[in-house]
């Protein structure tokens, strides 16, 4: 088990998110790479008190990766259940969380049509049975915003599909809000305080050059965890960490971009 993170709720997005998914069951989550979708959607199944049924959807996910399909087992056809099936069977009910579903088959949206509606179920040929979804079921879907194509799905999220949820939109913490939570992730270091603000407001501009589409990836909120653990935890230097920091961008354009950004932050 790893250890629990902590959400920090600046909007009050928890309470919303309960409250929506214990009226309509069905929620949408939409933002930025790093804005906390994943870490929301584990933080309401804990919350609400049921297992999470977690797939990460890509290009190859469709329908049967979801349902389940039959595999021989010592030359006997045994039917392996996907993560919706599982879903469905759990007694205490749980949390589907699909994540990027759009970037799945356009056969994605057929199990999900049947699930998210009034039918609330869905029916698997191979057991011929009919899987009912209860009050405790609860699906999440999560998706970054398609303005920008490396982000857009492999199909269009149709008018159906979004009437059938309702969404929310997750941002990243403001900068007040994330200095907070760095620093007293830390325990309060008065001798750090300046060199949190700056990587947070370094973090800001990367997240700003992301937006426009000038960096394929922010530094979030999780790579400034790292950063300012491996400054105060360990000691090391912060021009060295953000140097480190800055090798996880695929080309050496961005990568001086991002260093350009820092060495003019003073
Ligand atoms: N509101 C927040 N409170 C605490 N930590 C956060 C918050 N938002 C983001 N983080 C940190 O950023 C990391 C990345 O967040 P997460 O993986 O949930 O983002 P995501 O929106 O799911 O990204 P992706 O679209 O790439 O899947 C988290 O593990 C956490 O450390
Ligand atoms: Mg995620």
């Not at 959807?57 to 349902?67: E, F, G, M």
């Not at 088959?105 to 011929?128: G, Q, T």
């Not at 050059?209 to 530094?219: D, F, I, N, Q, S």
């Not at 480190?244 to 350009?260: C, F, G, H, N, Q």
Request: aromatic residues 10%; charged residues 30%; contains cysteine.
């Amino acid at each position: 088990m790893v250890e629990f993170e902590e959400f920090v709720d600046e909007k009050g997005l928890v309470s919303e998110a309960v409250n929506i998914l214990t009226t309509a069951g069905n929620l949408g989550l939409i933002g930025y790479t790093g804005s906390g979708k994943t870490l929301l959607a584990y933080t309401l199944a804990r919350r609400l008190k049921v297992p999470i049924f977690p797939e990460q959807v890509c290009r190859d996910t469709d329908k049967w990766t979801l349902l389940g399909h039959d595999i021989l087992v010592g030359g006997n056809t045994v039917f392996r259940p996907g993560i919706v099936v599982k879903w469905l069977q759990s007694e205490k009910g749980g949390v589907l969380y699909l994540d990027e579903w759009n970037t799945g088959d356009p056969s994605v949206l057929s199990v999900l049509n049947s699930i998210s509606d009034w039918r609330r179920s869905v029916y698997i040929p191979e057991l011929d049975s009919e899987f009912k979804r209860s009050e405790r079921h609860f699906i999440i879907l999560s998706m970054n915003p398609e303005t920008r194509s490396e982000y857009s799905g492999r199909f269009q999220v149709d008018i159906a599909q979004r009437r059938r949820y309702v969404w929310l939109w997750v941002d990243y913490l403001s900068p007040n809000a994330e200095r907070e939570y760095l620093w007293k992730l830390v325990g309060k270091s008065q001798e750090h305080k300046k060199c949190i603000s700056k990587l947070v407001e370094w973090a800001n501009r990367t997240r700003e050059l992301y937006k426009v589409g000038e960096l394929r990836l922010p530094v979030t909120t999780g790579n400034l965890k790292d950063a300012v653990r491996l400054v105060v935890e360990k000691g090391m230097d912060v021009n060295r960490v953000v140097e480190i920091l800055s090798y996880m961008y695929p080309t050496e354009v961005e990568r001086e971009k991002v260093l350009a950004l820092w060495a003019k932050m003073e």
